[in-house]
């Protein structure tokens, strides 16, 4: 019978899956290599099966190492939470909260809610980080977060989740194109075609192409944005059109352009904005009051823009 693993020799083994280096992992868990190579042999020995393959110059992990690799994953992330749970019982409100933000919402979102989480609750700190969803979720998955704010639609299978506010889009383009004519802007496939998209990785890229309702569109210049800023220079040249979240076109990222902003024909596409967490997270209470203030102070404002819905310029 397989003896049940410590989370120690969990840790050493986690820390080789992500360095693939013995040295490097073992430097990674502050002890030498003979340690976590005999960390690891006990391993391999209490469950029975082999998890790591070594050369001269390799080492990989077996196919049933990386199942047991996830499953390490979640019992180290599940033994932080407890102690976690522990801490903030003892002093509620009281923790460093590590936030990750998508780099479409940062800019529009975090200067109006942080303000009034650092009012109502001083001894709380939290730290940011700006990445792609799928990097954020998998720092969230490996401990290195504590929540995230994403756009939905998005696999978010497994986690906590709440949805905070709808994000309307507006299509984005000079002031002379034919796309801003008429009553209401309407997105025919023939348009579509002159739409401008971030880059690949970008959840933004592919919320536009599901409100055009296609899979993909390729530039004629096989042109793509790495960022918002650069999307509006390429929309500004006359390179196309594009769209933008609602919080964007309202955070006033059209200042000093010759831009005008549009809001969409109703059934109009959107994303949602949610903050997400691990099902295991400790920090429940640390998680409703940032949703609490987003809902309270951004939420309000979209809900007062779509009461007015002019087009927009700078």
Known sequence: MAYLPSLRQLSYFVALAKELNFTRAAQACFVGQSTLSAGLKELE????????ERDRQNV????????????????????????????????????????????????????????????????LKITLREDLT????????????DFALIALPYDVNGLLVK??????????????????????VHLPAKMAERLLLLEEGHCLRDHSLQACKRSDIRNAEGMEAT???TLLQMVESGMGIAL?????????????????????????????????????????????????????????????SRGKRKGIRA
Not at 45 to 52: E, F, M, N, P
Not at 171 to 180: E, Q
Not at 267 to 291: C, D, G, M, N
């Open 60 to 123: 990989s992990i077996t196919p049933i190492g990386l199942e047991v690799l996830e499953r390490a994953k979640a019992i180290l992330a599940a033994s932080e939470d407890l102690v976690e749970y522990a801490d903030g019982a003892a002093k509620p409100m009281t923790a460093t909260i590590r936030l990750g933000v998508i780099p479409t919402i940062a800019p529009f979102l975090l200067p109006q809610v942080l303000p009034e989480i650092r009012n109502r609750f001083p001894s």
């Open 163 to 184: 949805e905070l506010l709808n994000d309307e889009f507006w299509l984005v383009a000079r002031a002379d194109d034919p796309a801003l004519k008429g009553k209401e």
């Open 244 to 304: 933008l979240p609602e919080m964007a076109v309202k955070g006033g990222l059209l200042n000093n352009t010759e831009l005008v902003a549009r809001p969409l024909a109703t059934p109009t596409p959107k994303r949602v904005i949610a903050l997400v967490a691990r099902s295991s997270t400790a920090r429940l209470e640390e998680f409703q009051v940032l949703s609490d203030c987003i809902q309270e102070r951004f939420g309000a404002s979209i809900r007062i």
């Open 227 to 229: 960022s918002l800023l």
């Open 134 to 145: 799928a990097n954020l979720l998998a720092r969230l998955a490996d401990h290195q977060l």
């Open 45 to 52: 020995d209490s469950l029975g099966i082999r998890l790591v």
